[in-house]
T-cell receptor, first 114, second 111 residues
Framework: DTGVSQDPRHKITKRGQNVTFRCDPISEHNRLYWYRQTLGQGPEFLTY????????KSRLLSDRFSAERPKGSFSTLEIQRTEQGDSAMYLCASSFWGQDTEAFFGQGTRLTVV | GQSLEQPSEVTAVEGAIVQINCTYQTSGFYGLSWYQQHDGGAPTFLSY????GLEETGRFSSFLSRSDSYGYLLLQELQMKDSASYFCAPIRGAGSYQLTFGKGTKLSVIP
């Protein structure tokens, strides 16, 4: 297994544009998490899926943010009408139910909104 | 509410031992994880404590006292490659296993 992969690795977009990121978790992992990390800070929890069900969303996740995991495998995170404050590293992590105390993180997608 | 405290920076000499402390206030506390993150890299799992006491994994050990809401990560025989940020991450809620990260501790290992 190649681990958690995220695409793209970098994204530069103009304010107001929509962006979509993809995360492919480790294949047998049924739990998937999205985090956001800004410089000098730790990752902040955004949302979490168990299989295809989105079970928890952070208050940080405004209406402009939406995440899906339609078949319980890969996930997408879309940000509509991007703002400069959305500039951050978006991290995806996955874990296997029953071994959730160890999450495996992808390399992240670095978003820059100009 | 929730709070998490760990030192922002620590500097230690190669070959030495360093302890990174973590105090937390987490509703629905389930356990305490530790992650390492090199600059520009992804967080990687180091250790997890569900019960009080010491967990040892090679050069790294982690300790938890649930009654004190306190834990620490102990790094022995420091190597230059250990220079990274270290995050204690309380796991909240049996079920979602949501990790809560603080700002982390930036460890610099010097020759």
């Amino acid at each position: 297994d190649t681990g958690v992969s995220q695409d793209p690795r970098h994204k530069i977009t103009k304010r107001g544009q929509n962006v979509t990121f993809r995360c492919d978790p480790i294949s047998e992992h049924n739990r998937l998490y999205w985090y956001r990390q800004t410089l000098g800070q730790g990752p902040e929890f955004l949302t979490y899926f168990q299989n295809e069900a989105q079970l928890e969303k952070s208050r940080l996740l405004s209406d402009r943010f939406s995440a899906e995991r339609p078949k319980g495998s890969f996930s997408t995170l879309e940000i509509q009408r991007t703002e400069q404050g959305d500039s951050a590293m978006y991290l995806c992590a996955s874990s296997f139910w029953g071994q959730d105390t160890e999450a495996f993180f992808g390399q992240g997608t670095r978003l820059t909104v100009v | 509410g929730q709070s998490l405290e760990q030192p922002s920076e620590v500097t230690a000499v190669e070959g030495a031992i360093v302890q990174i402390n973590c105090t937390y206030q987490t509703s629905g506390f389930y356990g305490l994880s530790w992650y390492q993150q090199h600059d520009g890299g992804a967080p990687t799992f180091l250790s997890y404590n569900a019960l009080d006491g010491l967990e040892e994994t090679g050069r790294f050990s982690s300790f938890l006292s649930r009654s004190d809401s306190y834990g620490y990560l102990l790094l022995q025989e420091l190597q230059m490659k250990d220079s990274a940020s270290y995050f204690c991450a309380p796991i909240r809620g049996a079920g979602s296993y949501q990790l809560t990260f603080g700002k982390g501790t930036k460890l610099s290992v010097i020759p």
